[in-house]
């Protein structure tokens, strides 16, 4: 009974002919054939050839079988059965078994494909758990192991290797760390927050989860240096309820994979991105509707009304899956920008804060204020303290001119000598109060919203003179859950003449950030001082224990620098 079974496993291939998948003989034994996904060699028979495939590269047997015969599963599953009933049709017709086959295949890519999108373990597949689940579902489907799973992966990147740009033959792109070629790697290692829903407490590790998949206008970045904020240092500790996914959302990296088409190989400010090219990255990930609606619609300015950031978009290691605290990262080439060879590497960690700074300041130069209030809270303190440097030494604002004021217990040096600093807990309506009471002597023209609540609005629309700018700064960087909406007194606006503007996705001002910090490089002493925003490096092995134990005020003030 086994043999016939096996016989008809065999025959059921047949009609596609199972050796043009073999087409390479041994070079020692010529009646053995040579497996071109695993190298293993095999006897030249029908019988081997198929079960190999069947228990090894069932997965990769589906894009054999579609590239060979250049037709879809169904069509293919339609010649098979047709060649089998033209051979013989006393036999049962075997087009379901096929079906089964092809569908099982197609299954373990999704499956594969699952994994990479979302930055899942690897190991994930090996839970008891995942596989009763799996089997509870279709008890006939089992899940792949780790080696196939890994050999799925490689089969979903290289499956668009005839579109893709990449080094030519002369050149391979390798890994000194490790010898290996970096735009084949499918699997990585990552500091990934895991929860079971929303209100979840996350389970954070040092774990290795599957590469993103690069797709039509991405490309894969092999990280060199990240950053780790006070928002990763929190997740660590369990304090951000519904985290999933990587953690990380600043990185300098290397670009080494990218995918056409080629009218999309552009960096933020227009420059091409080329391979081996140094980037940065804007964090806010969008859709391509949603990019393309913007490429329609390109304001000058900030948006006249308060808002958030899209809900079509997330943000990089804060919502979404993908993160910077990670060997490799993927992205669309339109959130890339090329890094001008004289910034250092942890400088340019800055580039997307100062880019938030440069966006503020274009609102605040077109209005022409000269008194301004910077309200801000843990999260937004290095933010703050970079603009108020940025108004105070560039645009030579007088010191008593700005004023900070925060609900954080960080120290006055974060912000001296470039503005005064007031700490205040806007929750309390005495401290509140008192502050207001100075509204007439403070004469402030514009007040910059870094905590984005409706009590952080209201303070802010109280504190601001008439006819005044109040600048609302979206979250979606800092948190997990920015508010959507914020409520204000729309009667005490249009009273006192006020102006509410909202500033959130700032890739716009990404290349200029980086032309700034070039500038700023020429100087030791601003280097100095903008290092100051940063914390010695740890390697990405060793960074989950440092996050867990660092004190949060240092957290607060700088970044922890991460190296992988």
């Not at 290692?189 to 040092?206: F, G, I, K, Q």
């Not at 920008?337 to 004289?342: F, G, N």
Request: proline share 5%.
């Amino acid at each position: 009974m086994a043999d016939e079974t096996e016989v008809e496993t065999v025959t059921r291939i047949q009609a596609v002919d199972i050796r043009d998948l073999y087409p390479e003989l041994a070079p020692e034994d010529a009646t053995s054939r040579v497996c071109l996904l695993c190298g293993a060699k095999l006897k030249d028979k029908t019988h081997n050839l198929t079960r190999h495939l069947e228990r090894h590269h069932a997965g990769a047997l589906l894009q054999l079988l579609e590239q060979r015969n250049q037709a879809s599963p169904s069509v293919l599953a339609t010649r098979t059965r047709r060649a089998q009933q033209e051979k013989t049709a006393a036999r049962q017709p075997v087009g379901p078994v096929e079906d089964a086959l092809l569908k099982a295949g197609d299954a373990k890519l999704a499956l594969a494909r699952w994994l990479a999108q979302e930055q899942l373990p690897v190991d994930l597949i090996e839970k008891s758990g995942f596989r009763e689940f799996m089997e509870a579902l279709n008890e006939q489907f089992s899940p792949p192991k780790q080696e196939e799973l890994r050999e799925l992966l490689e089969t979903l990147v290289a499956g668009k290797d005839d579109t893709k740009l990449s080094v030519d033959s002369n050149c391979t792109i390798t890994d000194v760390g490790g010898g290996g070629s970096l735009a084949s790697a499918v699997e990585m290692m990552a500091l990934r927050a895991t929860c079971r829903c929303n209100e979840d407490t996350p389970l954070v590790a040092y774990s290795r989860v599957a590469c993103g998949i690069v797709e039509s206008g991405d490309a894969k970045v092999r990280v060199l240096r990240a950053a780790a904020s006070l928002f990763d240092v929190q997740t660590c500790r369990g304090r951000v309820l519904g985290k999933n996914g990587v953690l990380g959302r600043s990185f300098v990296g290397v670009v080494t994979e990218l995918q056409p088409p080629v009218s999309m190989i552009g960096a933020v400010d227009g420059t091409p991105v080329e391979l081996l090219t140094k980037v940065v990255a804007s964090p806010y990930l969008t859709s391509i509707s949603q990019q393309q609606q913007e490429q329609n619609h390109q304001p000058n300015h900030a948006e006249p009304y308060p808002q958030s950031s899209n809900n079509s978009s997330s943000c990089l290691g804060v919502s979404a899956s993908s993160g910077a605290l990670a060997e490799y990262i993927v992205l669309p080439v339109s959130n890339l920008c090329v890094v001008p060879a004289d910034v250092p590497d942890d400088l340019a960690l800055l580039a997307d804060d100062v880019a938030v700074v440069l966006s503020i300041v274009s609102e605040l130069q077109r209005r022409h204020v000269t008194n301004v209030a910077i309200l801000s809270d843990g999260p937004a303190t290095i933010l703050s303290s970079l603009l108020a440097r940025y108004l105070h030494q560039d645009l030579q604002a007088p010191a008593h001119n700005l004023h900070v004021f925060s609900t954080s217990t960080t120290e006055n040096s974060v912000w001296s000598p470039h503005a005064s600093f007031t700490p205040l807990d806007i929750y309390q309506p005495a401290a509140v109060a008192h502050v207001l009471s100075q509204q007439t002597e403070l004469a402030l023209d514009a007040v910059v919203d870094l905590i984005g609540s409706e009590t952080s609005a209201e303070f802010a629309t109280s504190l601001v003179q008439s006819m005044g700018c109040v600048l609302l700064v979206d979250r979606s960087r800092l948190e997990l859950r920015p508010r959507t909406s914020v409520a204000l007194d729309m009667n005490a606006v249009v009273v006192r003449e006020l102006e509410v503007v909202s500033v959130h996705d700032c890739r716009s001002h990404l290349d200029a950030a980086l032309e700034y910090l070039a500038a700023q490089a020429q100087s030791q002493q601003c280097v100095a001082e903008l290092r100051a925003y940063l914390l010695g490096g740890v390697a990405l092995s060793h960074a989950l224990p440092e996050l867990q134990t660092m004190p949060e005020d240092a957290i607060a003030e700088r970044y922890l620098q991460v190296v992988p």
